[in-house]
């Protein structure tokens, strides 16, 4: 085999820039971006070529050469983050971008972001607004605090208040509430970032009354309660709750804090969830100060919620560090919309997805599930296929112990090994993450919107996933 008329049959550099294709590819991109596919697909041949044994093989790649560029001309276009298809039943799914919002909150929001809005201006006076004058007023309806901001997640929010409020001087917690969220976020170090000292009280399953009691000394600026969202101690425990904190808290005029993690609005064990503490409940207590997360139970987007009594939220508002922490107009514009959904429960379950999927019955979600087992079955394809019934995961460190009863499709390919199935499904251009069970590819139906069930069935007959 003739490698050197091989490579010499490999066209140059402005012979390909004559090429239509070529043109019209940078026409269409830019010059450099296809000269950079180009460098990268003849480096790519020459290797081939230097390599390969079969000289038809050879020739086929040489001609293959334009393709080759035009496909990662468009690959270099096409942005790595995308829609995936999440059929893990886990419904705030950390990996996957937490909470969805709706289409037609995106909508709105997409006409917001693409222009100008009134994100810092006051309309009615015009002048200089607040950014978190659109929802202000409705988390105060809702909750019953006296004023509210928003920053850009949870974490942010616990570190702005304990800076606000603890700068240099200590605040009480119980052993029993230092908390790991994940990614490395832990209550401990938190605080030591915000310039509050820790002081830690009881042991891990019991704290007492009069822990807090003695902890408490002239340096002592806030209490606060930390919800073990995603952990339960169980058996021999003991906790003191918020109402008991909030006349100790008072007899030594400091604020007592909480951070509810999860931060649901409506009573969710109408719907057969395990009671979760509102934020409402936080606040009718007597909680100065109460934070949680806008992408978790509330199904909002990314946020960390502030609520409380004014003089502290006004503290906040004026901490230097807000100004690195504040939300942006997406965020503005998207907890708005979401929270107004919030003025009535019933709404709120229908049009907030997160809460749409915790609260969808089994029956319904069986009906789903027959219906994409059915079209998957129709065509045909090497595998039995057929309906499961499954739990799903409320996740994101909310409710860790709470299972919904549930209803997958099943997978058992012929061809080919579970494990395959499961990474050729995770590389289809929309990708799909399935969960696999005992040797079971299962698409639980909760997590999945109607409007992918086409996508799913198309993927899996076209792109021969199955063989
Ligand atoms: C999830 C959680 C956080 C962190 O919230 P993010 O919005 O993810 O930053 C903080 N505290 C508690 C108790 C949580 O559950």
């Not at 040489?62 to 270099?76: D, G, K, N, Q, S």
């Not at 109402?243 to 400091?254: G, Q």
């Not at 549930?406 to 969960?435: F, G």
């Amino acid at each position: 085999m003739n490698k050197n008329m091989l490579y010499r049959s490999i066209p140059k550099v402005d012979i390909l820039l004559e090429d239509e294709t070529i043109r019209e590819l940078i026409e269409r991109y830019s010059r450099d971006t296809v000269m950079e596919a180009i460098h990268i697909e003849m480096e790519r041949l020459r290797k081939f070529i230097g390599e390969c044994e079969d000289e038809e093989a050879a020739k086929e790649q040489t001609e293959l050469l334009t393709t080759h560029i035009e496909r990662t001309v468009a690959a270099m276009h096409t942005p790595n983050m995308r829609t995936v298809i999440n059929g893990t039943g886990t419904i705030l799914h950390t990996n996957l971008g937490r909470a969805p919002i709706g289409t037609e909150h995106m909508r709105r929001l997409s006409e917001i972001a693409t222009g100008y809005s009134n994100l810092e201006y006051n309309l009615e006076e015009g002048r200089r607004g607040e950014r978190y004058s659109h929802f202000e007023k409705l988390l105060c309806k809702i909750t019953g605090a006296e004023a509210a901001m928003a920053v850009n997640n949870n974490a942010a929010a616990v570190m702005l208040i304990l800076s606000s409020l603890a700068k240099g001087g200590e605040v009480v917690v119980s052993r029993g509430e230092l908390v790991e969220i994940g990614g490395k976020f832990r209550i401990p170090d938190v605080m030591e970032q915000s310039g509050a000292v820790l002081v830690e009280v009881g042991t891990t399953n019991k704290t007492h009354y009069d822990d807090y009691e003695s902890a408490i000394t002239e340096e002592t600026k806030a209490l606060l309660k930390v919800h073990t969202s995603n952990y339960r101690i169980v058996g021999f425990t003991e906790s003191v709750d918020i109402d008991e904190l909030i006349p100790i808290a008072k007899k030594h005029e400091i604020p007592v804090v909480e951070d509810l993690g999860s931060g649901v609005l409506i009573d969710l064990s109408k719907y057969g969830i395990t009671y979760e503490p509102t934020v409402q409940n936080s606040i009718a207590k007597g909680a100065d100060v109460v934070c949680f997360s806008g992408d978790k139970l509330l199904g909002g987007p990314q946020a960390g919620i502030i609520i409380g009594r004014k003089k502290y939220i006004d503290m906040m508002k004026k901490n230097q560090l807000t100004r690195a922490l504040r939300i942006d107009k997406f965020t503005a514009a998207a907890l708005e919309m979401v929270l107004q959904e919030y003025l009535s429960e019933e709404n709120a379950v229908k049009n907030v997805p997160v809460l749409r999927m915790i609260t969808r019955s089994l029956q319904d979600v069986t009906k789903d599930a027959k219906k994409l087992c059915e079209l998957l079955q129709e065509k045909g394809l090497p595998a039995r296929i057929e309906l499961s019934a499954c739990e799903s995961q409320i996740g994101g460190g909310s409710l860790p112990l709470e299972r919904i009863p549930s209803m997958a499709v099943a997978i058992h390919p012929e061809n080919i090994s579970v494990a395959e199935l499961e990474e050729r499904m995770r590389h289809l251009p929309v990708p799909i993450i399935p969960r696999v069970v005992n040797d079971t590819v299962l698409l639980d139906v909760r997590t999945i919107d109607e409007r992918f069930y086409k996508v799913i069935v198309e993927q899996l007959k076209e792109m021969d996933v199955l063989e």
